[in-house]
């Protein structure tokens, strides 16, 4: 199934006489200029408006001509274009007639009237009227781009007038008023949108890349600079979306190398070149991230060497979170804009997944973000990414590097759906042994933590972490990546927003080292341990109660998103040491972004750093509840008298691989989702194997989880032994609490030890005096027991609080417990 998908913007209402329609130019308000050839092969030049789908008729010229170059102004009273005025046919007599090649005209079209000769030479010219910004009133001034092949640009201001009701004429009957923009260009792109003119000229050594920016105000003035080192022919202009003549710029394009500029809506600008390469069976392009700092050239080896001579220049499209690398019938390479820095974020097509029927040829433009102008055929296509054709290449991928970025174009590219995101997860459920290189469950959260988040917030995209590599050194087979750094751009604008406040923060982060400024979990994990060991002693019980602060607030947070029954028991019991990470991460995130956002404010960096944390905790709560439902498991799984099922031992599996990822990120857990685990691994696993996975750590003694395995299993050999294993393995803290509830001989005699331990360790060093007899409730005489009671009663005596806050610890509990053991082994009767 193919990857990227093309709708065809359908142009309809033409007579049924006319020849095939051809598209000549796209202007800011999205509304396209097209030609055709009527019956009586006259041309005529038609508008369509892509949102309401309806056709207008402009102009039409009573003879066969060649449209190079159109374009109409914002109030549809003007009317710019650009012909040859002769085909080759009739090349020679024109030539002896000395008339000139190209004609650009001026036509006032509101309605049809005077026609002004703007340029007639033997140069190629192209037309292109600047636009306002959207929902500005009307306005009576029009300003008209004039681009030669002469290598200049100049600008035209047009006033109109109205005359004898709705008639609009041009006020000026002389000479209009023009402006030079740029001169000695060798290559130029016009950014209708955004009202951009890139262009490239020779400086020195090499060529420097510069940008024009036009304003509402009528005023223009240059905004970037930037050195490139790459090779332009200076010989002819190469022109970017001012219109296409195919038979002219087809030969241009045999002789220079395709350039393309491209931006996005998160301040990224990139320079793609196609590059000449001397061996047969390779293509070369590169890719100039200048908002990273970075180039990076490709070089591809191809497989099927009779398709070379055909097709060896790559052809660009800008999909505004990627730029797409296209040779027809070869690959399609997806390379993202936003993170460029690992290879495995770049999707590398081949075959029937790189395949776009409707494109074989590579004379392609981008004159709007998602759309391609096929400038052989004349036709324009709205460009997407599958979400379906993106599924099911994940779930068919074989390598690594094809299943990060595929994952990576789910999670960020995509408004996840509530489908989409279910089927990623079971995705990841099944495929957790076959990543190798990367954790499929720390990207998921990650990255949609990301995606979630930094829409929020400008900048917040440069201070949080994306993906859980560092590096990555695999290799997409038949791609080899050459990464060079580069100088970034100089800008020079005042009180400029949008695109060039982003690109500037951008370049800000490349100053300072970008990676370095995402939030990391190594102090926090240092800290968490150091907490949890109680080794820290410099922290006060003051900053303690902050951090469980922090982290009611989260759980509270959370509270309020989710008031819907919860289908896993999560979220139902306190977890000291979830709740500790939680707070602890609130208060170094907090920390981290206030060093950074310090013009956000408090109270927003408070409810940014809330929103994460809560967040973090859905994400792993969504994953538990569609792993939850694939395997049909019930809300109560704590009964321990029964096995689990093939389905809870799978969910188990998927439950320790959630706990490695966190374990790796240093990254909270729900509360209860160790006691869940637990539970499960009880019902699941073998004696021995549970205890081993108790003892490494996967597995969590937790209070909820033992007290009920205590009190609900009976007291058979089997259980007993379970039940043992258990008491021996836990913490001192969380053996008393939970002991009392397991009424056993073993366990009597356990706590007995104890506290007889707990009696000498405050007697200490100390000498007690003469021991002072006294009945117990048991009259024995055996003298060493009697020796050991009465010295234990003087401790009792000397004043200390009451054992493991159970009254029934005492001396005498002691005593009884020595005896009764004592005789069970003596194998008497105990009355």
Request: glycine fraction near 4%.
């Amino acid at each position: 199934m193919k990857i990227l998908c093309l709708l065809i913007l359908v142009i309809s209402d033409i007579s049924e006489n006319s020849s095939a329609l051809y598209i000549v130019n796209v202007e800011r308000n999205g509304k396209i200029i097209y030609t055709w050839k009527g019956n009586q092969r006259n041309t005529h030049i038609g508008l369509y408006d892509l949102q309401t789908k309806q056709n207008e008729h402009l102009y039409m010229f009573e003879r066969d001509l060649q449209i190079i170059s159109c374009s109409v102004n914002d109030e549809r009273t003007l009317l710019a274009v650009s012909f040859r005025q002769y085909t080759e046919e009739d090349r020679v007599s024109w030539l002896l007639q000395s008339v000139s090649k190209y004609l650009t005209l001026l036509i006032e079209i509101q309605p049809i009237n005077n026609v002004r000769v703007l340029k007639a030479v033997d140069s190629c010219v192209r037309v292109q009227f600047l636009y306002p910004v959207e929902g500005r009133n009307t306005s009576t001034e029009s300003r008209l781009l004039i681009v030669s092949e002469d290598k200049y640009i100049e600008q035209f201001d047009i006033r109109v007038v109205a005359e004898e009701e709705h008639k609009m004429v041009i006020q000026n009957s002389g000479q209009l008023p023009r402006a030079r923009v740029v001169d000695d260009l060798i290559w130029a792109q016009w950014d209708m949108m955004e009202q951009r003119l890139f262009y490239i000229v020779p400086k020195e050594s090499k060529n420097t890349l510069k940008c024009v920016q036009f304003y509402p105000d009528e005023n223009f003035n240059s905004i970037l600079e930037a050195h490139l080192d790459i090779s332009v022919n200076d010989t002819q202009l190469k022109l970017v979306n001012f219109g296409y003549d195919y038979c002219q710029d087809q030969d241009i394009a045999s002789k220079s190398v395709n350039l393309q500029v491209f931006t996005s809506k998160a301040g990224g600008l990139c320079v793609c070149c196609s590059l000449a390469s001397d061996i047969p069976d390779e293509i070369m392009y590169s890719i100039y991230f200048l908002h990273k700092g970075y180039n990076k050239t490709f070089t591809v080896s191809l497989e099927r060497a009779e398709s070379h001579h055909q097709l060896k220049e790559v052809a660009f499209m800008n999909l505004d979170y990627y730029v797409a690398a296209y040779l027809p019938g070869q690959f399609l390479h997806l390379l993202n804009i936003q993170h460029p820095d690992l290879l495995c974020y770049s999707l590398f097509l081949t075959g029937e997944d790189a395949r776009i029927d409707m494109l074989q040829n590579c004379s392609i433009q981008s004159p709007l973000t998602s759309t391609v102008l096929d400038c052989h055929e004349g036709s324009m296509y709205a460009v997407s990414i599958s979400d379906t054709a993106l599924l099911q290449f994940l779930q068919n991928s074989k390598q690594d590097s094809e299943r990060l970025a595929a994952l990576h174009c789910a999670l960020l590219y995509f408004r996840l759906t509530e489908d989409l995101e279910m089927q990623i997860i079971w995705w990841i459920s099944e495929n957790l042994s076959t990543c190798h290189s990367f954790d499929p469950i720390q990207e998921f959260i990650i990255a949609s933590l990301y995606c979630r988040m930094c829409a929020e917030t400008h900048n917040l995209d440069k201070l949080l972490p994306y993906t859980s590599l560092l590096d990555w050194i695999g290799v997409i087979p038949g791609v080899t990546c050459a990464t060079d750094i580069i100088s970034v751009p100089v800008l020079d604008f005042q009180n400029s927003k949008g695109f060039w406040e982003k690109l500037n923060s951008n370049l800000e982060s490349v100053k300072y080292a970008e990676p370095h400024l995402h939030y990391h979990n190594t102090v926090l994990r240092r800290e968490w341990r150091d907490l949890s060991e109680e080794r820290e002693e410099r922290r006060t019980t003051a900053y303690l109660r902050n951090i469980f602060e922090n982290a009611k607030k989260v759980l509270s947070h959370l509270d309020t998103w989710d008031s819907e029954e919860r289908l896993i028991p999560l979220f139902q019991e306190e977890d000291y040491q979830q709740q500790l990470l939680m707070g602890l991460m609130v208060a170094h995130l907090k920390d981290h972004l206030m060093r950074h956002l310090q013009y956000v404010g408090k109270k927003k960096i408070d409810q940014i750093v809330l929103d994460y944390v809560a967040n973090l905790l859905n994400l792993v709560h969504r994953i538990m509840k569609e792993v939850w439902r694939r395997y049909q498991l019930h809300s109560c799984i704590f009964c321990f008298d029964e096995r689990g099922s093939a389905g809870e031992f799978a969910v188990f599996r998927i439950m320790s691989r959630i706990l490695e990822a966190a374990n790796g990120m240093c990254m909270p857990l729900p509360p209860g989702f160790h006691t869940l685990h637990l539970g499960l691994g009880v019902r699941c696993l073998p004696l021995h194997t549970l205890l081993h996975y108790i003892d490494t750590g996967v597995l969590h003694l937790t209070e909820t989880c033992v007290r009920k395995l205590l009190k609900d299993l009976d007291n058979t050999e089997k259980n007993e032994k379970l039940k043992f294993s258990i008491v021996m393995r836990l913490p001192e803290a969380l053996g008393q609490k939970v002991r009392q509830f397991w009424n056993h001989p073993i366990n009597a005699n356990f706590i007995a030890r104890k506290y007889v331990k707990f009696l000498l360790e405050k007697l200490g060093n100390r000498q007690c005096s003469r021991p002072v007899p006294e009945r117990l409730s048991v009259p024995v005489e055996f003298l060493p027991l009697n020796y050991l009671t009465s010295m234990l009663v003087e401790i009792e005596n000397q004043g200390v609080h009451l054992y493991e806050k159970q009254d029934h610890v005492n001396v005498r509990f002691v005593e009884e417990v020595a005896l009764k053991h004592t005789m069970m082994l003596l194998g008497l009767k105990y009355s």
